[in-house]
């Protein structure tokens, strides 16, 4: 069993609209959905090859007074969500959500890095299958990437925290796309976001059999193709999108794709198996 501590584990979307949500991601992904209420409130469990890989929620209405907009948040599996909660604020960071139980499920903590760029800090209370590692499954999550303002400030952090360490650096149109793995595995990468980004953010890019055909099915469901189909250094094809709610997210395909539209081919070189971004904003 791999040591999930500083891997993400879970991913859930807060939405102003959960049965939009779950037709269109439905449609989009392929996914069953599972209703589990929790402690009064609705969610919808993502479910993909029979095991639940995210979860759906309302956007919490103090959240949305704060000017908080539909999003994808990420859970990092920690040893100790008060002890990593503590560092957080230690080392810049914020904690938005003080560590807390849900009784029998896990004990969490909301938090943000020093450039804002929000996440979770999650310990299971019961055993669970974490995301494998594979990060080629089809349905599930298989690339994290961070777009800041101070690159090397957040990988300083993040290490710091997790313990996650760099594992080269690719181009990208904005600069440098520095690699970070944890365990021994790439898993994903930091680049300078774009000025037409407001804040930094975490975009989370599911994995699609058909990078083709998932673009259609996310416009026929009514989301929005921001950029791409683009090809990356290992081949690899990737789009990135928004939801009718506006939820930001990206598929990528490591299938050869007959993409027409946008195109951009990528340099040869890089560290292989890293979806290194070609922006164009």
Known sequence: MVNPHGR???YELMTTDMA?????????MGWDTQDAPTSGMSYVLFIAEKISVGGLMNLPVDAGRVGATPSWIGYVAVDDVDACAASVK??????YVEPTDI???SRFAVVADPQMAAFVLVKWLRPRPD????L???GRVGWHELLAVECDKAAAFYSELFGWEKAGVDAAATGPYQLFSVGG???GGILAKPASMPVPFWLYYFNVDDIDT??????AAGGDILNGPLKVPDGSWIIECTDPQGAMFALVSKRNSRAVGYFESASSGGTGGAPAKRWSW
Do not use: E
Request: no cysteine; net charge positive; charged share 15%.
């Open 103 to 105: 009784p029998g499920i």
């Open 185 to 187: 595995q790439t898993i």
């Open 90 to 95: 230690k080392l810049g960071g914020a904690v």
């Open 136 to 138: 080629h499954a089809i």
């Open 131 to 134: 995301q494998p590692a594979d």
């Open 20 to 28: 939009a949500a779950k037709a269109f991601y439905s449609k989009v």
């Open 214 to 219: 998932a673009t259609k099915r996310v416009t």
């Open 8 to 10: 993400f584990v879970w």
